[in-house]
């Protein structure tokens, strides 16, 4: 019997502008997405509850103003707590990519530690470098990590655009926690060496222990700040011509990975 396409959320509006990269992933790993304004989801909440995972995309929600991520958070904490709670209660599946990600930091969802998914414990700042990066990095993704979708993987190259990707806090307990707990899921890494990178160019903002992804302890609850909506085919990458093995390009470009092992989850989980 064949398997139903698990359906997704893609929340759209306000700067948010990466919906057509982000709703083609999800076909192509398998899923059927569907776009939703941000004000839709407001006045019908109940709409989420019809699909099994939901996308936070990137882009610059309101303009970034008060910054990244945060007037998209206080909207959907004082209207959409509620129903995001029941959503994740139920085992599905919630991505954050870029301002996706500074949303969900900033809402609270990450790190979701003793489930407490609205109150916000970390912060994404300013870039040390003080301006905005857009480049590639290399990402090791950590096997110690619970999270649903980076499973099996190991390192990627993967693109980043942001101007405040910094994961920031006094609390070095809280850090230690979430270090302890696998809830970092992928990391900045130099190239030649594999290692965890602390400067610029290989660590983008300068982000504590180059923490480029967190999870909650559950591992389906994810955000990071690279695109791997933007690494959907090998000619996506600036060098996609070295990635020909005996002559021939791979079919996918790797950042489609994470979206097959989030297709794979939802569709083991409701067979």
């Excluded at 040390?128 to 993987?153: A, H, K, M, Y």
């Excluded at 990635?243 to 996918?252: A, C, D, H, V, W």
Aim: charged share 20%.
């Amino acid at each position: 019997m064949m398997l139903m396409k698990p359906p997704v959320l893609i929340i759209t509006g306000y700067g948010l502008n990466c919906e057509a990269e982000s709703k083609y992933a999800w076909e192509l790993a398998g899923c059927a997405p569907a776009l939703v304004h941000f004000n839709d989801l407001l006045d019908r909440p109940a709409v989420l509850h019809d699909h099994r995972a939901l996308m936070f995309i990137g882009g610059f929600s309101y303009g970034d103003h008060m910054g990244s991520g945060h007037a998209f958070a206080l909207r959907a904490r004082h209207r959409l707590s509620d129903d995001l709670s029941r959503f994740i209660a139920q085992g599905k599946l919630v991505l954050g990519v870029c301002n996706g990600f500074q949303i969900m930091v900033k809402l609270g969802l990450l790190p979701g530690l003793d489930g407490a998914f609205f109150e916000q414990r970390l912060s994404l700042m300013q870039n040390d470098c003080g301006t905005f990066q857009n480049f590639w990095i290399q990402l090791r993704f950590e096997p110690r990590s619970p999270c649903v979708f980076t499973r099996g993987l190991d390192t990627m190259p993967l693109p980043i655009r942001h101007g405040e990707g910094k994961i920031f806090t006094p609390d070095t307990s809280l850090l230690r926690r979430i270090e302890d707990e696998g809830c970092v899921a992928c990391r900045y890494v130099d190239p030649s060496t594999g290692e965890p990178a602390q400067s610029h160019p290989h660590n983008p903002n300068g982000s504590l222990n180059a923490i480029a992804g967190i999870c909650d302890p559950s591992g389906r609850v994810f955000g990071l700040m690279p695109h791997p909506e933007a690494y959907l085919y090998p000619e996506n990458h600036p060098q996609w011509d070295f990635q020909r093995e005996n002559g021939t390009l791979p079919e996918s470009g790797l950042g489609l990975q994470l979206f097959k092992n989030a297709s794979r989850y939802l569709k083991e989980a409701s067979a």
